[in-house]
């Protein structure tokens, strides 16, 4: 097993390094850009859409102050989708698409730090749309526990100043 995905076991298990220790200043390591990624790419949101749309920055964010996006978030783990389209805001249907890049994408700061070098979280950003390519139906979701949980955390780092990197 991966440090990954043990990591990821215990954040889902215990909320590791969310719900128990206080946020440390963002140092990011290693951002790349021009990422090459294969295989299939995910968006999580709550935003109906339909094969073919194009999600695109320069809309409200679903995390932090609500301010104008500057980038459009992706990954190539299912998992991160899922829990992206559970937290973002709004009260409408999560949704999690297959989507593809229509230009170069660069690796999330937000998520690529000294805890996690190198991303294994293997999630992005891009200034670029994405567009939609599929919906993906056979998800499952996080325990009511955990989302709560994660939520109070956000709102916890709003209080202190914590946003995530639209920059």
Do not use: C
Not at 76 to 99: I, Q
Not at 126 to 153: A, C, F, I, Y
């Amino acid at each position: 097993m991966s440090r990954f995905d043990v990591a990821w076991a215990t954040l889902k298990v215990d909320g590791e390094g969310l719900l128990r220790v206080q946020p440390s200043p963002f140092e990011p390591v290693g951002v790349r850009t021009d990422v090459k990624e294969s295989g299939t790419l995910y968006h999580g949101t709550k935003a109906d859409l339909s094969i073919g749309d194009a999600i695109r920055p320069g809309f409200s964010s679903n995390y932090g102050q609500g301010d104008q996006a500057n980038f459009v978030y992706l990954t190539a783990m299912l998992d991160g989708a899922v829990l992206a389209a559970e937290l973002a805001a709004g009260n409408g249907k999560a949704h999690v698409y297959a989507v593809e890049q229509t230009g170069p994408i660069d690796d999330d700061p937000n998520l690529t730090d000294q805890k996690f070098p190198g991303n294994p979280t293997r999630s992005y950003r891009t200034r670029l749309p994405l567009r939609v390519v599929g919906e993906v139906t056979d998800w499952q979701g996080h325990s009511q526990l955990m989302l709560d949980r994660m939520r109070e955390k956000m709102a916890e780092a709003k209080l202190l100043g914590i946003e995530a990197d639209n920059g």
